[in-house]
T-cell receptor, first 113, second 112 residues
Framework: KAGVTQTPRYLIKTRGQQVTLSCSPI?????VSWYQQTPGQGLQFLFE???????NKGNFPGRFSGRQFSNSRSEMNVSTLELGDSALYLC????????????FGEGSRLTVL | GENVEQHPSTLSVQEGDSAVIKCTYS??????FPWYKQELGKRPQLIID?????GEKKDQRIAVTLNKTAKHFSLHITETQPEDSAVYFC???????????FGTGTQLKVEL
C-alpha cells in the first residue's frame, strides 16, 4: 500500500505570494492532518480534515487554509507569505478507529525569500 | 494552548546502554500518548503509543510508561543501537480527532 504522498517536495516563494500544497493519504484513510515543522517551534498542528469537513484547527492565522476532496486528498494554502512561513509542512493521514495514529508524508519544504 | 515539556533536549549514550526520555503534560483530559521517531531528513514515524487506561506498554526494546497522577510519560529504549540515533518526539491527544500536541524533541545519539 502506498504511503502518504506530498507535492511539491521543495518550493521557493517570495514574500506576498501564495502557495498551495497537496497531500494524497494512504488508501482508505479518511482523516488528513497538516503540521508545520520549524527548528524554533517544533511540530505544530495546523488543521485536520475528515470526510471533507474541517474537524480541528490549530492556532494559525487565517492566511493558512485547507480543504479536502471527496477522494480524501487534501490541499493547504498559505496566502500573503511571510518570511516566518518558511518551514517543512507535513501531511499525515490516519485510519478510522485508530485516533491519533498518524502516518506522515515526507513533507513539502517551503522557503520564503 | 496546552504544552508538553520534554527532557532532555539532547542525550548521548554508548551502544548497548539504555535511554530514557520524559515528557510532562498539563491537560488532565489527555488520553492518548504516542512517541514518534524522526531520522535526519526523514518523516516522523510512530514507534509506540499508550492510552490512558494502561500504565505501561512494551514492544521489543522500547517501552512507554504513563503516570496519570503526575501527568508524565516516558520512553525507555534498552540495548541501544546506532540506528536508534534520531530525534524523538512525545505527543498527546485529548481524543476526538487527530490533533496532537508535540513535545520539543530529544536528539538521541548512540555512540559506538
Amino acid at each position: 500500500k502506498a504511503g502518504v504522498t506530498q507535492t511539491p517536495r521543495y518550493l521557493i516563494k517570495t514574500r506576498g505570494q501564495q502557495v498551495t500544497l497537496s497531500c494524497s493519504p494512504i488508501s482508505g484513510h479518511r482523516s488528513v492532518s497538516w503540521y508545520q515543522q520549524t527548528p524554533g517551534q517544533g511540530l505544530q498542528f495546523l488543521f485536520e480534515y475528515f470526510s471533507e469537513t474541517q474537524r480541528n484547527k490549530g492556532n494559525f492565522p487565517g492566511r493558512f487554509s485547507g480543504r479536502q476532496f471527496s477522494n480524501s486528498r487534501s490541499e493547504m494554502n498559505v496566502s500573503t507569505l511571510e518570511l516566518g512561513d518558511s518551514a517543512l509542512y507535513l501531511c499525515a493521514s490516519s485510519p478510522q478507529g485508530r485516533t491519533g495514529e498518524l502516518f506522515f508524508g515526507e513533507g513539502s519544504r517551503l522557503t520564503v525569500l | 494552548g496546552e504544552n508538553v515539556e520534554q527532557h532532555p533536549s539532547t542525550l548521548s549514550v554508548q551502544e548497548g546502554d539504555s535511554a530514557v526520555i520524559k515528557c510532562t503534560y498539563s491537560d488532565s483530559a489527555s488520553n492518548y500518548f504516542p512517541w514518534y521517531k524522526q531520522e535526519l531528513g526523514k518523516r516522523p514515524q510512530l514507534i509506540i503509543d499508550i492510552r490512558s487506561n494502561v500504565g505501561e506498554k512494551k514492544d521489543q526494546r522500547i517501552a512507554v510508561t504513563l503516570n496519570k497522577t503526575a501527568k508524565h510519560f516516558s520512553l525507555h529504549i534498552t540495548e541501544t543501537q546506532p540506528e536508534d540515533s534520531a530525534v524523538y518526539f512525545c505527543a498527546w491527544s485529548e481524543g476526538g480527532g487527530n490533533k496532537l500536541t508535540f513535545g520539543t524533541g530529544t536528539q538521541l545519539k548512540v555512540e559506538l
